[in-house]
């Protein structure tokens, strides 16, 4: 076990892992266990059931997100920028053929607790949000160039790299990604 890190950190690290790749249906707290080193009981006392960690892990990935874009908004003020910056984000998870948690937690949404739900709303909102406003600011300036309301494309190009991420990992090629990051960033200049 990493002795730098807590073994709450450690826990939520390897489910996210998991949960990026298997769905939070498709692992249990034995799984963790062995890929931590340690007891299921261990687990237990940092979350004593699945839905404790299931909220944990949203509510952590949506504090991360928002450092994430506050960070990317502190680096750059092209808006163009941003959002290459942000495609980044999504690209991530691509590199191990994952997907973001927040796509993989939507598809047992049916089996999660309502806080989990409500936070995967808030972490999906939040990205439409600062979404709208980058295309928007970005149109005003004279970075970005579209034509209709910034909210409706901002939902495009939210499901857009949502759905590449799919396409990357069903098919096994980081080029489906790339491929359509690229597009959508031409579609803007």
Known sequence: MNKNKNTAELILDTAQSIVQEFGFNGFSYAHIAE??????????????????LGNALIARYY?????????????TENNLEKLRKFISLYGGPVQDYCICMGVMLSTDLATLSNQTREGIAELFTANLIWLERVLEQGRREGQLSFKGDSNVLAHQFLA??????????????????????????????
Not at 35 to 52: C, L, M, Q
Not at 169 to 187: E, V
């Open 35 to 52: 890929k931590v080193g340690i007891r299921t009981a261990s687990i237990h006392y940092y979350f004593p059931n699945k839905e404790d």
């Open 63 to 75: 504090k991360n997100f928002i450092s994430g874009i506050a960070e990317i908004d502190s680096v």
């Open 160 to 189: 857009s790299l949502q759905g590449a991420q799919l396409l990357a990992r069903s098919f096994r090629d980081l080029n489906r990604f790339d491929m359509i990051a690229k597009g959508l960033i031409s579609a803007l200049i």
